[in-house]
């Protein structure tokens, strides 16, 4: 992780296909480090001669690493590139620039075949219970299917595998023949956690794995989630919108909005005492389940909060410079013209801010 | 609630609201055919009074109790939440309340008075009337609760043209001051956008100035925030809240959300299986909670405002099916403290039972009980 990075969103380093191992800047200690990943999707228009017209700027030059053992939190709002930065980490999407080294190997434009036998290590979790499972597969076909596509395992051997995850998991190893409609949305999230767990990864990739479930069942399986890294060892990386869930599961936080990685901290020193103000707000506004009770003219209470005005800007074309700017109300001329370098401080604390908070 | 009447509350004889439903194994039934054959009058306090409440829908598999014996009473100016997880049947009292069921396929029993006014027996035509005038709903998306073919300022004018004799001019310039009132910047320009170019908080925003048109006496809201990011739902929050104060409207909110419901809420109705598991004041109910799914609730979410605990409380196993509701208590397979009951819990439904001022638990605990595990739990929460 380097401690100051160049301020120009969107120009930074492009990744050197070509690379077979890390260079550098994975130290031996991360097991995943991601460079300068950033993703633009382009615009297009026009039916017989297409050309881009635009590009939606998910993700920009964003840099983090994960030890092994722990678990990175990431969070923002809808259209922060949280999903995409998930699904590049897993090469779903191929990233425009950066660099994804995982294990000492520079995943990041490995062609299918290369990247196969990688992909026993690095699995994914995904948010939507109901369309992530195939309605039309048994259990045991859904959970079994890593297995049959890495050839690791015979016929026999698969059932009795599928049997082990479906216990691992909790639930009843009976349940080999049923389809999914027949399960609750908390039991199919585990039947896709079997599944992930199946080939033995060593990083999990969450995408939301809670946000879909009831609040009963979604403690279930955060526990669950926990439970196993403590068993088997496991690297995850979270990514939620939720701030208290994200705050319960995760070593170390990043927060994203608009495509930039605007704070990088551990959890404890992200939640008491956060520096950019995008995380204060995001802080503030969560909903705190403690009653606020009525002045003595019948007026409700209302909590001190800072309250963030408007939306997010559009990816498709953002605010130059700080993309906060223009919800921030520290901002002053500076933010609109020069965007904020990632800076280090204290140790382990980055944020990109040119007024953080907390200082 | 004001005056502090239970939300259990069944007219006697003699007009009176007793702040207790009559106690017993199985009061729920005779306590309320009685009632009901006595007068069916209704109480002239509460501006919207659910008394009994029975959605049943017949299905293929065997009939679905989706809301089974609920009761409360909301006055103006004051706000309900209603909690629970999906198939509790908050939705289904909602959309209930506002008449949105056809006799062809949910079956409806009980009363709902709005104003002292029958809903339940009312005819359809005069449940139209009333609906979208004096009562109106936040659905949870906007974007598929939004015609995608209609401007949005078409659709809020939509409501008024068709409850009040006004010219189309004037029910334009109505919804122009609505879209300003909820906080649409430009809005003599943007009422003529359609949804899609709208942001999700401005959509949000967009329905709840539809719900407002009439300037109703209730309005439900369905998970208003549930689809949109964290800045954006305390914008909403104020917004509800704020205009709240000014129309003076009676509000229920129905959510899975324990965080919104405590910044919103005056009282809170927390559901289990179509019933009423536990009911009172917000404050009564976190922080003195008497039912063990109230405590389940609390303990399976992480919060910020506490120290970080090392493992989430939560509740095992899931929410029963509406078909086969577990005989006895319907949370008893759930329950980490059924088996202090002496096997009441697997026997007889609990009867709401008042453990404090205008608090109601549905459980077989005694409130001693209640209160020293509750206490336990608390302490190893924070």
Redesign the interface.
């Known amino acids: 992780m380097t401690g100051v990075r160049d301020g120009s969103p969107g120009e930074s380093v492009t990744a050197q296909p070509g690379q077979p191992r890390g260079n550098g800047t994975s130290s031996g200690d991360s097991l995943l480090t991601v460079t300068g990943l950033t993703k633009h999707f382009p615009v297009m228009r026009g039916i017989i001669f297409r050309r881009a017209v635009g590009q939606v700027r998910a993700v920009d030059d964003v840099s983090f690493s994960v030890a092994p053992g722990e678990t990175l939190g990431v969070v923002g ?2 259209g922060c590139g949280k999903t995409t930065t998930a699904r590049m980490i897993v090469r779903l999407v191929e990233p425009t620039a950066g660099q994804i080294v995982f294990d000492g190997h520079d995943i990041t434009h490995l062609r299918q075949g290369a990247m196969r036998p990688l992909r026993r290590e690095i699995q994914m979790i995904f948010q939507d219970p109901y369309s992530s499972l195939n309605p039309r597969h048994t259990v045991g076909t859904i959970v079994g299917a890593p297995f049959r596509l890495q050839k690791v395992r015979t016929e026999k051997g698969i059932k009795r595998s599928v049997q082990e995850l479906l216990e691992l998991v909790g639930l009843n190893p009976e349940h080999f023949n049923r389809y999914p409609h027949e399960f ?4 199919r999230q585990r039947i896709g956690i079997a599944r992930t767990l199946a080939l033995r990864p060593k990083l999990i990739v969450a995408d939301e794995p809670v946000s879909a479930l ?7 399986v ?2 669950l989630l ?1 439970d196993l890294q403590n068993e088997l060892g496991l690297t995850y990386v979270i990514i939620a ?1 939720d ?3 994200i ?2 599961v995760c070593d170390r936080v990043a927060v994203m909005y608009l495509g930039n990685l605007v704070e990088l901290a551990n ?1 404890d020193d992200l ?1 008491a005492r956060p520096r950019h103000p995008y995380t204060v ?3 503030s ?10 002045t003595a003219d ?3 209470e ?2 001190e ?1 800072i ?3 408007g ?2 800007p559009s990816p498709l074309n953002p605010p130059p410079a700080c993309r906060f700017h223009t919800r921030c109300w520290k901002a002053q001329d500076i933010c609109k013209t020069e965007a904020p370098p990632l800076v280090e401080r204290p140790p382990g604390h980055l944020a990109a801010c040119h007024f953080p908070e907390n200082s | 609630m004001a005056g502090g009447e239970s939300p259990a509350a069944e007219p006697q004889p003699g007009g009176r609201l007793p702040r207790l439903r009559a106690r017993g194994r199985g009061s729920r039934e005779p306590a309320v055919h009685a009632a009901d054959g006595a007068a069916g009058e209704s109480s002239p306090s509460a501006m919207l009074d659910v008394r009994d409440l029975h959605i049943h829908f017949p299905t293929d598999d065997g009939l679905v109790k989706a809301v089974d014996g609920l009761s409360f009473t909301l006055d103006r ?1 004051r706000t309900l939440g209603i909690v629970g ?2 198939g509790s049947g908050k939705s289904v009292t909602s959309l209930g309340i506002l008449g949105l069921y056809n006799t062809g396929n949910a079956r409806m029993s009980g009363k709902i008075y709005l104003s002292g006014e029958d809903l339940v027996a009312a005819d359809q035509a005069r449940v139209r009337e009333l609906r979208g005038s004096k009562m109106a709903m936040i659905f949870q998306d906007p974007l598929s609760s939004l015609h995608p073919y209609y401007t949005v300022g078409n659709q809020i004018a939509e409501a008024y043209l068709i409850h009040n004799k006004v010219s189309k001019k004037a029910a334009r310039s109505h919804a122009i001051d609505l879209l300003k009132r909820v906080g649409i910047p430009q809005a003599e320009s943007r009422i003529d956008d359609y949804p899609h170019q709208f ?4 959509r949000q925003r967009a329905m709840i100035a539809m719900a407002l048109s009439c300037d109703p006496e209730l309005l439900i809201a369905d998970e208003p925030t549930t689809a949109l ?7 909403i ?2 917004l509800i ?1 704020d205009l709240q ?1 000014e129309y003076h409207s009676a509000v229920i909110i129905i959510t ?9 809420a ?1 009282d809170i109705l927390v559901m289990y299986a179509g019933r009423v598991a536990e009911y009172g ?3 009564d ?3 003195r909670p008497g039912h063990p799914y109230t405590w ?10 506490r120290t ?2 090392d ?6 196993g ?2 029963p099916s509406l078909i086969n509701v577990p005989a006895g208590c319907p949370f008893n397979p759930r329950c980490d403290y059924a088996a202090r009951t002496n096997g009441r819990s697997e026997k007889e439904v609990p009867a709401l039972r008042q453990v404090g001022p205008g608090h109601l638990v549905a459980c077989h605990l005694t409130t001693d009980e209640q209160r020293r595990i509750w206490a336990e739990r608390d302490k190893v929460a924070s």
Request: glycine share 10%; charged share 25%; proline share 5%.
């Open positions: 709002e809808s609750s949305g908390g039991q009831d609040v009963s069942i979604q403690a279930q955060i526990n926990e919108h701030l208290s869930v705050r319960h959890r939640y707000a995001l802080l506004a969560v909903p705190s389940p403690e009653p606020v009770g009525r019948g007026r409700r209302r909590r909060r309250r963030l005005t939306d997010v | 100016g997880e999906s942001s999700g908080g401005m990011d964290v800045t954006v739902q305390a914008q929050l104020d809240s104060q899975h959300d324990l965080g919104v419901v405590a910044e919103l005056d004041s917000s404050e109910v976190f922080l389940g609730l609390l303990g399976s979410m992480p919060r910020l405002d970080r605990v493992r989430l409380l939560s509740i095992r899931t929410p």
